[in-house]
T-cell receptor, first 114, second 114 residues
């Protein structure tokens, strides 16, 4: 059973618009949550990591929230650029140690058009 | 800037053949990983390797085996490929294993088994 669900599956926005990606999970315990960006044909690049019970992070045009009570995270992309076209993957880590496992979502495919 | 290198980029082979994929990281990290990414973009951990200690995902078929000469290299060997092995294989590394350490990914090796 999938423990990390991402929505929408795909999203098309115009350059300059903002967008929000969602991640819901059932992983327990939930030590941390990380958002990755994967360009087509490339590896994953970490955008941000969220740790606290209710956490917020910001990395340039990317900002993210985490609510562990709701087991829910969002990734906001402000003023999208064509280079933001990629798959965004939500990953939940169940521990902060070597015994931890990472649970991957299937990703949201974002397409930014001119 | 790429710091996790994978070769080859693509590999096409026939059922029953043996293949080997290479991975090298120049980050000085102690831990390396192999993931399989299926057609739906879902990543599944196959192996984690740290200081000669190997953690194997119990769902990985025995025909898969990791091979390491030093902490900067972790290769993946598939003894006798099967059609369901067609996927993208991603190598990653992190400073330490588990927890919140960021994993840095290579660009992947795309395997097609005919």
């Amino acid at each position: 059973k999938t423990q990390v669900e991402q929505s929408p599956q795909s999203l098309v926005v115009r350059q300059g618009e903002n967008c929000v990606l969602q991640c819901n999970y059932s992983v327990t315990p939930d030590n941390h949550l990380r958002w990755f960006k994967q360009d087509t044909g490339k590896g994953l690049v970490s955008l941000t990591v969220l740790v606290d019970q209710k956490d917020k992070t910001s990395n340039g045009r990317y900002s993210a929230t985490l609510d562990k009570d709701a087991k829910h995270s969002t990734l906001h992309i402000t003023a999208t650029l064509l280079d933001d076209t990629a798959t965004y993957i939500c990953v939940v880590g169940d521990r902060g140690s070597a015994l931890g496992r990472l649970h991957f979502g299937a990703g949201t495919q974002l397409i930014v058009i001119p | 800037e790429t710091a996790v290198f994978q070769t080859p980029n693509y590999h096409v082979t026939q059922v029953g053949n043996e293949v080997s994929f290479n991975c090298k990281q120049t980050l000085g990290h102690d831990t390396m990983y192999w993931y399989k990414q299926d057609s739906k973009k879902l990543l599944k951990i196959m192996f984690s390797y740290n200081n000669k200690q190997l953690i194997v995902n119990e769902t990985v078929p025995r025909r898969f085996s990791p091979q390491s000469s030093d902490k900067a290299h972790l290769n993946l060997r598939i003894k006798s490929v099967e059609p369901e092995d067609s996927a993208v294989y991603l190598c990653a590394s992190s400073r330490d294993w588990g927890g919140q350490d960021t994993q840095y990914f290579g660009p992947g090796t795309r395997l097609l088994v005919l």
